[in-house]
């Protein structure tokens, strides 16, 4: 390999690597890559003379710093001034239009990356540092680290760029790198980051190269800074285009607007994205466009008078750990619940948030008294994300596990897995009575209409059912009994019960409510054994030899069905009339139906059916049908309003069908 084809080799490498990492938009397979950047590999491990700084295969080869070293910016980094409200917002406006003596003005909007602000310096296309913003005027030199960021060129793309330009931006880590860096940690047994943007920060500060680049960060370009030696477009918009040309990611979301008010309607736009964007934002910047109107307005103390930081409400906050209680759930799990002192996170107010198990509490080291960072994304439940350990008082009380429900008072019981803790009084505990029924009652289960959650809380509460059996006991009279309940609302319900006692048999089982077994296990367990006497006498071996069902779902089930009382209550729902639909089908009856083994998963809206109906249907016919996309399934049932199933089954080639193309392939 000559010079030429040695540099050609890299320009291809370097284009490839723009497209895949920048664009979106790779053009060959990841084999192809992988085959020429071997190629370039073996051939400089032939001829280490040859090897640049700036040679796709030295991202990642540095060995580790002592220590880092400062850099002093060129032009500071300043702050920006923040903005709460729409208020604020037009304030910054008006303030700008008796500065600059004019009635419009254009905006550029990019979303506020929750990362760290970065400098980047290059000289004749090629980066000589990367450093972090410091004080402003001083930071930290994490060259080596930047280096193995795939999202930042070593060499600029194109032969227009100035001889010197320092281009600044944010250093993120994506929401799918957090998430697998915390698993990963999670399974080491070592501690979690608290959010995205600590795991970059901390990610910058390693002083090995191959730890920052285990880490999968990206680096998104926000504005250049000193430049010399060439010419630069006239304003901001067309400056973050030209960058990208140089090989920089560009926010997608970026836009160019005109007046404050479209500013605002982009906020509310961009709020509503927030959740579903594969980074975290705190926040949007809006900056004038015009360089020239940016040079007349000039800075105030650290900040430009041409930017402001329009804030969302803040997703992390800190408070007080002032209690923690036990609730009793609907299968008799025991979760804690955090107390909180109340605060302002997330635009809610929080008091309350979820600590799931003892492990998540030993796993946070917390204590009645901490103080704790709490985290509130969109309409996620809040979470304790982290105690402040150096902050506690020692008066500070550890939290146990109590010995006994706090419903019921019977025992508390550790399943095999050592997480789950349960109540053992399933058919004492009013806790469990309550949601036990709501669960029998509900649509999955044996769908009994207009027996809603208040109405079942009234009935167990003037005691005139005492278990899911008392449902069939009850006349229009006890019911005329109940608020608000008039003789012809009573016999509607009397009725729907009446209607419910002719179910399936997969029905059935959800409704009992055995522990871990949702639909599609209650339909297994249904076309497996045939009937609920032959499911009943289920060993765990004959359970774990099915397909899906693991050892702790079988000693669920096992345990369920061998409880005397268990027996006793489906035999009296059984002697009160309930019967279901025979899920019997002969080898002749299998092999002509329609759709016999295909595999479906249905999204969006449908036009002329329910998706529980759609189901229904494909069943019927011989389809199984799934809940997620994956290379496995045969077709996609799309309707109105499809989303990301549609998109990753297009992805996969899957082929998608409407409700006609069902219709006409089971006709």
Same mark, same amino acid.
């Given at each position: ?27 060959? $397979? ?14 400089? !491990?032939?001829?280490? @003379? ?10 990642? &080869? ?10 002093? @910016?060129? *032009? ?25 003596? =004019? ?7 990019? $979303? ?15 980066? =000589? ?22 999202? *930042? ?30 698993? =990963? ?6 501690? =979690? ?24 960060? +990206? ?10 030696? %060439? ?30 008010? +479209? ?17 975290? *934002? ?42 923690? /209680? ?5 299968? %008799?799990?025991?979760? $804690? ?9 997330? &635009? ?7 600590? @799931? ?45 109590? !010995? ?6 019977? $025992? ?5 897995? %050592? ?47 005492? /278990? ?5 006991? #009850? ?6 009994? #109940? ?10 319900? *009397? ?17 009992? &409510? ?59 729902? #059984? ?46 016919? %011989? ?45």
């Amino acid at each position: 390999m000559n010079q030429l084809e040695l540099t050609e080799l890299k320009n291809k490498i370097n284009t490839y690597n723009y497209q895949y990492y920048v664009q979106d938009e790779p053009s060959v $397979p990841d084999a192809e890559f992988d085959r020429l950047f071997n190629q370039l590999k073996t051939f400089e !491990q032939e001829n280490p @003379h040859l090897i640049t700084e700036e040679s796709p295969t030295q991202r990642v &080869g540095a060995s580790p710093l002592s220590h880092f070293e400062q850099i002093e @910016h060129k *032009i500071s980094m300043l702050s920006l001034d923040n903005a709460f409200n729409e208020q604020d917002l037009q304030d910054f406006e008006q303030r700008l239009f008796s500065k600059l003596g =004019q009635s419009q003005i254009n905006y550029v909007a990019e $979303p506020k990356l929750d990362g760290v602000a970065v400098s980047l310096f290059y000289k004749q296309g090629k980066l =000589q540092y990367g450093a972090t913003r410091g004080d402003g005027k001083i930071g930290e030199d994490i060259t080596h680290n930047v280096r193995t960021i795939n999202s *930042i060129p070593l060499t600029l793309l194109g032969d227009d760029f100035p001889d010197e330009l320092e281009v600044r931006g944010e250093i993120y880590m994506p929401k799918r790198s957090f998430e697998s860096l915390n698993q =990963q940690a999670q399974a080491a047994g070592e501690k =979690q980051f608290v959010n995205p943007r600590n795991a970059a920060s901390g990610s910058l500060r390693q002083l090995d190269p191959k730890i920052s680049a285990s880490r999968k960060l +990206s680096m998104c370009a926000y504005s250049l800074g000193y430049f010399s030696g %060439g010419e630069l477009p006239d304003n901001h918009y067309s400056a973050l285009k030209e960058l990208r040309c140089w090989g920089f990611l560009i926010n997608k979301e970026m836009e160019l607007l005109t007046g404050i008010e +479209s500013c605002i309607t982009y906020c509310t736009k961009l709020a509503e994205k927030r959740n579903n964007l594969d980074y975290e *934002i705190d926040g949007i910047v809006f900056k004038v466009n015009n360089f020239k109107q940016q040079e007349s307005l000039g800075f105030v103390s650290r900040a430009p008078r041409w930017a402001i930081a329009y804030k969302f409400p803040a997703q992390e906050e800190m408070t007080t750990l002032l209690a923690v /209680d036990f609730q009793v759930g609907r299968t %008799g799990a025991i979760t $804690p619940v955090a107390r909180l002192k109340p605060i302002f996170v997330g &635009g809610v107010t929080v008091s309350n948030a979820t600590l @799931h198990n003892m492990d998540e509490i030993k796993r946070l080291d917390l204590r009645i008294g901490d103080q704790v960072i709490i985290r509130r994304a969109g309409d996620v439940i809040p979470k304790v994300v982290k105690s402040i350990v150096e902050n506690r008082a020692a008066e500070n009380v550890s939290i146990e596990l109590p !010995q006994y429900c706090p419903v019921c008072q019977s $025992p508390i019981e550790i399943e095999a897995s %050592g997480v789950i803790a349960r109540c053992s009084g399933t058919l004492v505990c009013s806790a469990q009575l309550k949601e036990s029924i709501k669960h029998f009652a509900s649509r999955k289960a044996l769908n009994i209409d207009g027996l809603g959650d208040k109405l079942i809380e009234q009935l167990v509460d003037k005691e005139l059912i005492e /278990d899911v059996t008392g449902l069939f006991t #009850l006349d229009v009279k006890n019911l005329t009994l #109940l608020e608000r309940m008039g003789d012809k609302s009573a016999a509607k319900i *009397i009725s729907a019960i009446n209607a419910s006692k002719h179910t399936t048999l997969n029905c059935f089982i959800y409704a009992l &409510g055995v522990p871990e077994v949702g639909e599609t296990t209650a339909e297994l367990l249904a076309n497996h054994f045939m009937d609920i006497a032959t499911l009943c006498e289920a060993s765990e071996d004959d359970l774990i030899a099915l397909n899906d069902i693991g050892p702790v779902v079988a000693h669920n089930i096992r345990t369920f069905f061998s409880h005397p009382a268990t027996l006793s209550k489906i035999k009296q729902l #059984l002697n009160y009339g309930l019967t279901f639909e025979s899920f019997e089908q002969d080898a002749a009856s299998l092999n002509d139906l329609k759709l016999n083994d295909m595999k479906f998963v249905i999204t969006g809206t449908l036009s002329e059916m329910s998706r529980d109906e759609m189901k229904l249907l494909l069943k019927k016919h %011989g389809a199984k049908v799934l809940s997620s996309v994956s290379k496995n399934i045969d077709y996609l049932v799309a309707g109105e309003s499809a989303g990301s199933k549609l998109d990753k089954a297009q992805k996969l080639n899957i082929k998608v069908l409407s409700l006609t193309d069902v219709l006409e392939m089971i006709a």
